[in-house]
């Protein structure tokens, strides 16, 4: 009656159907109990009213009895949760990093992946990072979801159960591209995994520094560096080139010189570009040290 | 205007002060006149945020971009968040109707301090400003959500500081009113009014305005915080300078979660109120639904957990969150009991005030009971953050305190104007709402329990055919309560006059002449010991 995705579908699902169960029952008895006696006690039918006195033995009663229900119902919840927190020893590590607006995910042996991969009925626990703001990791087949908060560690594990692509979303509102932020979890057989994970590249690798200084920052979600538009304005061969800015309201046009540069990442709503909202990008001062401004810089020289 | 020409008095609204015109309002020192001038100013931003939410859903009735930018959107369901919650729903029927009534339901002349309830609405009607203003400002709209979450509030170049000043202003407001209210009830009641003896919408008000009194603060002291991290750097949630951003979400929950309450509570008691009425009945389990008000508004305050059960709290705060989210859910329960319990052996009359609080009690039910679900945390772990959450909350907030706030004026409109509306239009309305409501916001609950995420501008196309019927749903909504509100305004300038008891009620706003005069009461009132005596 139950997926298997996840070896948690059982207990949330079963959480849900007696929580849900019970509420049901109180929807539909209250709704009855308020139709019956809207029928039969209306005033024409009834012009006047009985008056009671209070009760005092059936208010206990109708006082203990929710509190016994809710106890029941809590501990049902907590049931289905408990084992969310049990991490096998055994688990195999992967870790999820979020970041505006694209996951990553990291695996033993300084590999990294685009699609979080993992063999069917292995335990694995999921570290869970950020690099920038808050990120929900949340893949509703298997009825996980703990956020990815920049400074803490938190996790999540399970064991995928069912072979297939599933759909994870980022749950927690990060800006701009929330709902573009989601990835795909890949369930194979051992032997495939195996085998993807030896061809998989070990990062690091990349040719050049510079790329990979925009790519750890999320520039790259909203700067292309293929001349197509995103979020921002592309940056290719946008070195050297004019621009058209407005500054505090005034249009004019400016030279993309290594200053330049530099004031669009410190300062991005000084200089606004024509055509792109202000208030957008973020300022990075504090968090990309002058260092990796050149490095960018040197990066975007050469992309004409 | 004066539906009681017999006697000779003049209205409140007939009364020359010191001030003509538009001066006579904005400087009174009347509570009923107070009560009004912010009813009309929680109608009209009610109305543009109610807008945007009807923007927002023509946006989602198909994947990608339909009418708005991502950026837009962001922006649009922040600012809808900001103007329902901390300008219509929080104030709401604690401002208007509590202003307006609780003075003459404890046989009072005005409340405690008339000066400092002017003043509340000078500082509710600044922060108002402030919020908008910060709309058009030089960065854009605020877009971090109403809960402004660090770290991203403290890093987005959006006009966040304008925004958190202006719920900081607003949130002084609320303690002063609350303050003003609390003194209102131990001080001004008449010679023989106990505690005991007071309506029960009294007694909502007064927990409720404990609870603003002592939560509000912590919200401000957190807003102050979060505008000093964004403006001096100073590392008090952001991790790259040291601070814990789950710290913002502890503070920001311990005001925010009894918050509810203080929207939720003052609505139980409008609907206590308007049962005995149109049953004609005693309220049953008097005690039980004043001391209920004081449990919920107790326990309100340990529960804000729930609202972080994935953010990598210790297993230990999950279970103890949880636990307590469950037991809050008992005095509910037992109100709804009791309402039941009034209208058995009654004799009903059904009219659009008790059709409303009829539609209250099924509506707050299904906001109450999926609750559970978000308290519970094995489905919380599935639904939390997800268009399930989105239903929850509009099922208690709008299905619950806005559908009180609608029987409320139903119920109070020809107290408050003399006039009486048109009812069979009222009727008509009320059943628009009542569906459009259910089709706007039950396929929500559907959706978040198959994984759709909140605030997302954009989804997969599995989820469309229910995001369809959920716009369709708003439509028919805000169709519903523009018919609504235009038959109140008809009805209070031009409606029929109204008896000085119309619904042949028992409490005494009902013992004086419609619309009531300037000090409430000409002669001093009889108290009846127990307010609710039908015969
Ligand atoms: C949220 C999306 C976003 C992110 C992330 C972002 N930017 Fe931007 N960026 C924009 C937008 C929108 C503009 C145009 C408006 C403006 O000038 O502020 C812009 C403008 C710029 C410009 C000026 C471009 C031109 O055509 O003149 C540069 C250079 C730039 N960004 C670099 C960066 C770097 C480097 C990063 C990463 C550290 C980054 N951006 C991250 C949205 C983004
Ligand atoms: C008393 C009335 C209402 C209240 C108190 C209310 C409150 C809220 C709140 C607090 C949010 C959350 C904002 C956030 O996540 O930051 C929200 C979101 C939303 N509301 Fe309302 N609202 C009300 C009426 C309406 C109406 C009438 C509509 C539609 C016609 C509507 C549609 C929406 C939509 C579409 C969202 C966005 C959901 C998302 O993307 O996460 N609301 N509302
Ligand atoms: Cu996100
Ligand atoms: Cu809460």
């Known amino acids: 009656m139950f997926s298997n995705a996840s070896n948690f579908v059982h207990g949330v699902d079963k959480a849900f159907l007696i929580i849900g169960g019970f509420s049901l029952f109180f929807l539909v008895s209250f709704t009855g109990i308020m139709i019956y006696f809207v029928v039969k006690y209306n005033r024409k039918r009834n012009p006047k009213a009985t008056q009671i006195k209070d009760n005092t033995l059936l208010e206990v009663t109708w006082t203990t009895l929710p509190i016994l229900l809710v106890l029941y119902m809590f501990y049902v919840g907590w049931q289905g949760f408990f084992p969310m927190r049990q991490v096998p020893k055994d688990a195999m590590q992967v870790t999820a990093i979020g970041q505006m607006w694209k996951w990553k995910f990291e695996y033993p042996g300084n590999k990294e992946s685009d699609t979080l991969v993992l063999p069917i009925n292995r335990p694995v626990k999921v570290n869970l990072v950020s690099k920038d703001v808050i990120h929900g990791f949340f893949v509703p087949a298997f009825r996980i979801k703990e956020d990815c908060v920049p400074g803490k560690n938190n996790f999540s594990w399970f064991i995928p159960g069912q072979l297939g692509d599933f759909d994870l979303l980022c749950s927690a509102y990060c800006g701009v591209n929330h709902s573009y932020m989601s990835a795909v979890v890949r369930i194979v057989p051992q032997d495939k995994y195996d085998e993807w994970i030896a061809a998989l590249q070990v990062k690091g690798n990349d040719t050049n520094i510079g790329h990979s200084v925009l790519d750890k920052n999320g520039c790259l979600a909203c700067h292309s560096i293929d001349g197509s538009k ?33 004031n669009s990442i410190y300062d991005p709503d000084k200089d606004v570009v024509t055509g792109y909202p202000q208030g957008v990008m973020k300022s990075y001062k504090g968090t990309i040290t002058d260092k990796d401004v050149q490095l960018i810089t040197g990066y975007l020289k050469t992309l004409k | 205007m004066s539906g009681n020409k017999k006697n000779e008095y003049v209205s409140y609204l007939e009364h020359q002060g010191k001030y003509k015109g538009i001066f006579s309002w904005i400087f009174t020192l009347d509570h009923k006149r107070i009560g009004l001038i912010y009813m009309y100013a929680i109608i009209v931003l009610f109305s543009i945020g109610a807008l945007m939410g009807l923007l927002m859903r023509i946006e989602l009735i198909a994947p990608g971009e339909t ?29 208007v109707f509590g202003n307006f009534f609780l003075p003459i339901l404890i046989g009072a002349k005005d409340v405690a301090f008339p000066k400092l309830n002017r003043f509340s609405w000078w500082v509710y009607i600044t922060g108002c400003g402030l919020a908008i203003a910060s709309q058009f400002m030089q960065n854009g709209p605020p877009d971090t959500g109403w809960t402004f979450y660090a770290p991203y509030s403290t890093t987005t170049g ?12 607003l949130g002084f407001s609320s303690i002063l009113t609350g303050l003003n209210f609390i003194v209102t009830i131990h001080q001004m009641r008449a010679p023989g009014m106990k505690f005991f003896n007071m309506p029960l919408f009294s007694w909502a008000i007064y927990a409720t305005a404990w609870t603003q009194l002592l939560a509000t603060p912590i919200v401000g002291i957190t807003l102050l915080m979060l505008i000093a991290e964004r403006l001096f750097g100073i590392g008090f949630f952001n991790p790259s300078l040291g601070g814990d951003p789950v710290l913002f979400q502890h503070l920001f929950w311990i005001y925010s979660h009894p918050a509810v309450y203080i929207m939720i509570l003052p609505a139980l008691g409008v609907i206590t109120e308007i049962i005995p009425t149109f049953c004609q009945k005693k309220i049953y389990g008097y005690k039980a639904i004043a001391l209920s008000s004081l449990a919920i508004a107790g326990v309100g305050f340990l529960v804000w957990g729930h609202h972080m059960f994935t953010s990598g709290m210790s297993d230990q705060a999950r279970w103890f969150f949880s636990f307590l989210t469950f037991l809050v859910a008992v005095p509910s329960a037992i109100k709804v009991f009791n309402w039941l319990a009034t209208m058995y052996k009654g004799s009903i009359d059904l009219k659009p005030p008790f059709l409303y609080a009829l539609s209250f009690i099924f509506l707050f039910t299904i906001g109450g009971t999926t609750g559970l679900l978000l308290g519970s945390v094995a489905t919380d772990v599935q639904v939390h953050d997800t268009a399930f959450v989105v239903a929850h909350f509009h099922y208690i907030i709008f299905g619950g305190m806005g559908f009180a706030f609608f029987a409320a004026i139903h119920y109070w409109l020809p107290k408050m104007y003399g006039r009486m509306y048109n009812m069979k239009r009222a009727t008509i309305a009320w059943g628009i709402n009542f569906v459009g409501f259910n089709l706007l916001y039950f396929p929500q609950f559907i959706l978040g329990i198959e994984g759709m995420p909140r605030r997302y501008f954009d989804y997969l196309p599995q989820f469309q055919p229910l995001e369809v019927v959920s716009t369709i749903g708003g439509f028919i909504l805000i169709g519903g309560l523009i018919f609504m509100i235009s038959n109140l305004v008809q009805g209070a300038r031009k409606g029929e006059i109204a008896p000085a008891n119309p619904w042949h009620g028992t409490t005494l706003e009902w013992q004086i002449p419609s ?14 010991p127990n307010p609710y005596d039908y015969k």
Request: glycine share 6%.
């Open chain 2, 67 to 95: 009418i708005m930018k991502p950026q837009t959107y962001n922006g649009m369901f922040t600012v809808h968040g900001i103007i329902m919650i901390f300008m219509v729903v929080i104030p709401g029927l604690s401002v």
């Open chain 2, 158 to 169: 959006s006009n966040v500081i304008m925004a958190t000043f202006a719920a900081f202003v």
């Open chain 2, 515 to 528: 619309p009531p005069p300037l000090e409430n009461f000409d002669e001093a009132p009889i108290i009846n």
């Open chain 1, 230 to 262: 995103l979020v921002g304005p592309s940056l290719k061969s946008l070195y050297g080139s004019t621009v058209e800015v407005k500054t505090n309201g005034t249009t004019h046009k400016i030279s993309a010189d290594d200053e330049y540069i530099k």
